[in-house]
């Protein structure tokens, strides 16, 4: 992944009505240069409307987004035209074939001849359509391709930031990985990327920082590890009779493990994941285990101890 630490897109205070519904209630963002950004939130929670204010494609009520200190308005073509937007329906011409639309998509953006064709043969390549498939209409797809299809349009005019609403959804496992191998291809080239989605393992697998969004806020954004951090780490173990001796050992050395109902058996609640120390307490007493289960954090449990529900429900 790129490093490098400079704002590119930073929103402040922004508000978005739907009629009388607040869909987004003043959010404040900064999303850095070269990172994959992920915006993780439940059905509703107005992860597509902050895409379409930053992707220029609809004004916030009030406050302020800005893409390297240019605000961003639908009117500005310019500025719109360095972001690439995926969006969450499919956005291409059935009647078409994947090359088809590939290529009228980019003349779209002025792309003309032989910079176009190398262009278009590129991103087929990239999200895998280099093959017969580039050939066929696009309505004969399965659900994956035309995911792939739809993140190749948005990539066809070369953006400095590429938005996915949910690109995943509704593709095999196949397709998904294509489509998370062309996101890093992307990001490797130099791309910064904005991933929206309600999968909480594909933020874990893909982003290096996370907001998640809940009814219109943002109710978190930090690295993966730092928001991980929020939730705690149980462990459960028990060890053999022959060792439940040992326990006052256990205890002395861990003040924290509380011993179970049943004998032997014991667990452990920490911020940090305490494995490796009571792994390495139990051979140097050579005290030996019987099993041990480890309940490691995730973001759904970040998202249920920050909101009190699940993400996905
Ligand atoms: N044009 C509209 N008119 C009225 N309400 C809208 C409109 N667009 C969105 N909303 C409402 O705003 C809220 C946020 O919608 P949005 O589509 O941004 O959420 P989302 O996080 O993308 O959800 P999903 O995961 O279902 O795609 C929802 O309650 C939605 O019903
Ligand atoms: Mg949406």
Redesign the pocket.
């Known amino acids: 992944m790129t490093q490098v630490h400079s704002v590119i897109l930073k929103i402040d205070g922004v508000t978005k009505l739907?009629?009388q519904?607040r869909?987004l209630n003043s959010i404040s963002l900064t999303i850095n240069r070269g990172e994959i950004f992920g915006l993780l939130?439940?059905?509703?929670?107005?992860?597509?409307?902050?895409l379409s204010i930053l992707a220029g494609s609809s004004k916030p009520c009030s406050g302020i987004a800005t893409f390297d200190g240019t605000q961003i308005q639908p009117s500005n073509q310019t500025l719109r035209s360095r972001i690439g937007l995926v969006p969450?329906d499919f956005a291409f011409y059935e009647d078409l074939t994947a090359k088809e639309n590939l290529l009228f998509f980019g003349q779209l953006f002025g792309l003309r001849g032989t910079f176009l064709t190398n262009k278009v043969n590129e991103i087929l390549q990239i999200i895998g359509l280099d093959d017969g498939k580039a050939h066929q209409y696009s309505k004969h797809f399965s659900g994956g391709m035309k995911r792939r299809l739809n993140l190749g349009i948005a990539l066809v005019h070369s953006p400095d930031v590429l938005m996915l609403d949910?690109p995943t959804v509704g593709v095999d496992p196949q397709s998904r990985n294509r489509i998370f191998e062309a996101i890093k291809t992307i990001n490797a080239l130099g791309t910064t990327v904005i991933y929206t989605t309600?999968y909480m393992e594909e933020a874990e697998s893909l982003c290096n920082r996370i907001a998640i969004?809940d009814h219109?806020e943002i109710i978190a954004c930090d690295t993966l590890k730092n928001l991980l951090a929020l939730t705690q780490t149980t462990v459960k173990f028990s060890i053999i009779e022959d060792d439940q001796s040992k326990e006052e050992i256990l205890i002395r050395s861990i003040p924290a493990l509380k011993p179970n109902i049943l004998p032997g058996s014991y667990s452990l609640t920490t911020h940090t994941n305490p494995t490796p120390d009571i792994i390495n307490l139990l051979v140097n007493e050579k005290i030996q285990i019987i099993n041990l289960q480890m309940d490691s954090p995730n973001l759904e449990k970040v998202f249920l101890s920050l909101t009190g529900r699940h993400l996905r429900d």
């Open positions: 739907h009629g519904f869909a939130g439940p059905n509703g929670a107005g992860k597509s409307t902050l969450q949910e309600h969004l219109g």
